[in-house]
């Protein structure tokens, strides 16, 4: 199995520009994350999907948007780059809503708006 | 949703035992206690769960105060690829997975 896997490891946007980072996860888990992380902070979830065609905001959606037609994929879109959104971009997949179901990370991708 | 408190960070000796300390007072009588750690440049990483009792992994033990109140986390040796973020995370049955800002773990040689 490999996981949770992230396209790219790094980027640099310039202001305005758009781009979609991937995340694909190979165990059948219903439930998928998208965090980001400024430096020396903690995880902060911008959006999560319970199911194919389910998709809900977090606590910092805005800029952002996903969509999940799969189950195994879950994009994330930026529009129109802001420096706001340079940080770390973590996906994350979980089987499901149980209190011992845990998470599993992709490595991150490096985002940096200029 | 169940607010914790952690030390930002932490020292320890290598090859010497660790106690993470994290306190939990509002979580709910069925929310499991998460641990996860951060390795440099890395996505976070599963350690440890647990409900009331203590738990034992290859990786760490997890002592849960018999008020549920806080827990600590326990590396009995600590080494060189310990030193990282951890964290503790109370979780529900539901979709949140609340990270707060967790603890620095620095190991010295």
């Known amino acids: 199995n490999a996981g949770v896997t992230q396209t790219p490891k790094f980027r640099i946007l310039k202001i305005g520009q758009s781009m979609t980072l991937q995340c694909t996860q190979d165990?059948?888990?219903?439930?998928m994350y998208w965090y980001r992380q400024d430096p020396g902070m903690g995880l902060k979830l911008i959006y999560y999907?319970?199911?194919?065609?389910?998709?809900d905001k977090g606590e910092v959606p805005n800029g952002y948007n996903v969509s999940r037609s799969t189950t195994e994929d879950f994009p994330l879109r930026l529009e129109l780059a802001a420096p706001s959104q340079t940080s770390v971009y973590f996906c994350?997949?979980?089987?499901?809503?149980?209190?011992?179901?845990?998470?599993?990370f992709g490595p991150g991708t490096r985002l940096t708006v200029l | 949703d169940a607010k914790t408190t952690q030390p930002n960070s932490m020292e320890s000796n290598e090859e010497e035992p660790v106690h993470l300390p994290c306190n939990h007072s509002?979580?709910?009588?069925?929310?499991?206690i998460h641990w996860y750690r951060q390795l440099p440049s890395q996505g976070p990483e599963y350690v440890i769960h647990?409900?009331?009792s203590n738990v034992n992994n290859r990786m760490a033990s997890l002592a849960i105060a018999e008020d549920r109140k806080s827990s600590t986390l326990i590396l009995h040796r600590a080494t060189l690829r310990d030193a990282a973020v951890y964290y503790c995370?109370?979780?529900?049955?539901?979709?949140?997975?609340?990270f707060g800002t967790g603890t620095r773990l620095k190991v010295l040689a």
């Open positions: 999907s319970v199911g194919a065609g389910i998709t």
């Open positions: 509002t979580i709910s009588g069925t929310d499991y």
């Open positions: 995370i109370p979780v529900s049955g539901t979709y949140k997975y609340i």
């Open positions: 165990m059948n888990h219903n439930y």
């Open positions: 994350a997949s979980r089987s499901g809503p149980s209190p011992t179901d845990t998470q599993y």
């Open positions: 647990g409900l009331t």
